[in-house]
């Protein structure tokens, strides 16, 4: 009997190794695809998992995060924001200070908005930026029963954003069962100074989150889903699905060109790598460039491709004027001209 109990708990354990390699995508590798005079930003060693561009081409870049299970190359550095401006022809990074009354040692931003009219950006905690002094003010932090485990925001208003939670458990590995058991706890608020409410339900994990142009579609990555879930916003807030865009690749954070309406992901080939880091084979990036969003076939292009030799699991990819910004987890940079 003791065999036979043995024997059923390995291959348990095996059924939840095959399940996780197929969620993570652990043998696809990618060809090289890379844009024209891209180069490495200078100054950003420790992740940018977050990007967002005002409509002046002011860059803000989210760094530093530390999240269970994902590698951090300073642990014992607070998060920082950096801000660069696309429309000097050689751009550089710069950090933002600050206000004073804020904890920053325990700064760990994830996920990054911009809401143009009071002009600030939240992991949940509001600033104001001050665009003379170069410097964060900290206003307020929001709090709520329901904002737990959130991933990542997109600001609407005010005080007003929808928000992605990316897993029910705190726990690192029941979130890591959760998502291989398929539970779908995962779900999308929507956070008011009025009402906090979910708004959207049923995905594995939910990752990034945009708006389209005309503020009609919500787009939400749910990355071991490998897909991209097109969502209709009603007038109570609430969201309903459209349709839901298969990838064959972890699609990370998602960004709107604000002209055209085309969705950019940044996305892990090969999750599995990120999860269980090792620098002598390290984890791929890639940059998906998704256009026609609301056809019936989606146009899907591959921009940005490599296998970890330049960068390394890249989360974000936005665009502003012709140039390209792709952020990463826990890695680099880099900055391209299309």
Not at 33 to 50: A, K, T, Y
Not at 75 to 99: A, C, R, V, Y
Not at 269 to 298: A, C, M, R, T
Not at 301 to 310: E, F, K, R
Request: aromatic share 10%; proline share 6%; with cysteine.
């Amino acid at each position: 009997m003791g065999k036979l109990v043995v024997l059923a708990l390995l291959g348990a354990a095996l059924a939840l190794i095959v399940a996780f390699r197929q969620r993570f995508s652990i043998s696809r590798e990618v060809e090289p695809v890379e844009p024209r005079n891209c180069q490495l930003i200078e100054g950003i060693e420790n992740g940018s998992e977050d990007i967002d561009i005002l409509p002046s081409g002011l860059a803000f870049i989210s760094s530093g995060l530390k999240y269970p299970g994902i590698p951090n190359f300073a642990p014992d550095k607070p998060g920082q924001i950096f801000m660069m401006d696309l429309n000097k022809p050689n751009p550089s990074i710069q950090e933002l200070s600050i206000s004073n009354g804020f904890d920053k040692a325990s700064f760990n931003p994830h996920g990054i908005s911009t809401f143009i009219d009071e002009e600030f950006f939240s992991t949940l905690e509001i600033f104001k930026f001050e665009e003379q002094q170069r410097s964060l003010v900290h206003l307020k932090t929001i709090e709520h029963e329901l904002l737990k485990s959130v991933n990542d925001i997109f600001v609407v208003g005010p005080e007003q954003f929808y928000a992605t939670r990316d897993h029910y458990f705190a726990n690192h590995f029941l979130t890591l069962l959760e998502m291989l058991m398929d539970f779908r706890w995962s779900h999308v608020l929507f956070y008011s100074p009025k009402e906090v409410k979910v708004v959207a339900k049923g995905f594995n994990s939910a990752n990034g989150i945009t708006i389209s142009p005309d503020k009609k579609y919500i787009y939400i990555a749910d990355v071991t889903d490998k897909s991209i879930c097109v969502m209709k916003i009603h007038d109570n807030w609430n969201l309903t699905q459209l349709k839901v865009i298969h990838l064959d690749t972890l699609v990370d954070n998602l960004t709107v060109d604000p002209d055209t309406g085309d969705v950019w992901a940044g996305c892990h080939p090969n999750g599995w790598k990120v999860l269980f880091y090792n620098p002598k084979d390290p984890p791929g990036s890639e940059v998906l460039h998704i256009q026609d969003v609301l056809s019936e076939k989606p146009r899907i292009n591959t921009i940005y491709a490599n296998n970890g030799s330049v960068l390394q699991g890249s989360s974000v990819a936005t665009v502003y004027n012709r140039k390209l910004l792709i952020g990463t987890v826990f890695h680099k940079a880099l900055y391209c001209e299309l």
